[in-house]
């Protein structure tokens, strides 16, 4: 049985720092694991993602919106990655949903595997 645990999130002021925790068991290998998000009045589309981190190389990938502010890593004895938020602002205000499985492809672009998915963790940002 896949399991996907997500921890983390609340509320932060303009300039503020959160952190994400994602855990996922069950799944006998992937390739990435990250974040996606659904921004307020929108509903969830697996397009708007936020960042990844491969499970092999430790390779990062991020959305331009959030390069430089966001650092996402990993603990692979705990099958654990980390979304370390730093210098938010309201438009990061939104709920993340964590996907174990991201393959991104060479032309960075990722793909996540739609029928597993964490129960969101909400990140709100006042100015």
């Known amino acids: 049985q896949v399991r996907v645990d997500e921890s983390g999130g609340g509320l932060a002021q303009t300039g503020g720092s959160l952190t994400l925790s994602c855990t996922a068991s069950g799944l006998p290998t992937t390739n990435g694991m990250g974040w996606f998000r659904q921004l307020p009045g929108k509903e969830f589309d697996a397009r708007d993602f936020v960042a990844s981190i491969d499970w092999r190389t430790g390779k990062q990938f991020y959305a331009d919106s959030v390069k430089g502010r966001f650092t996402i890593s990993r603990d692979n004895a705990k099958n654990t990655v980390y979304l370390q938020m730093n210098d938010l602002t309201p438009d990061d205000t939104a709920r993340y949903y964590c996907?174990?499985?991201?393959?991104?492809?060479?032309?960075?672009?990722?793909?996540?595997?739609?029928?597993?998915w964490g129960q969101g963790s909400q990140v709100t940002v006042s100015s």
């Open positions: 996907s174990p499985d991201i393959l991104v492809d060479s032309d960075s672009r990722p793909w996540p595997d739609l029928r597993y």
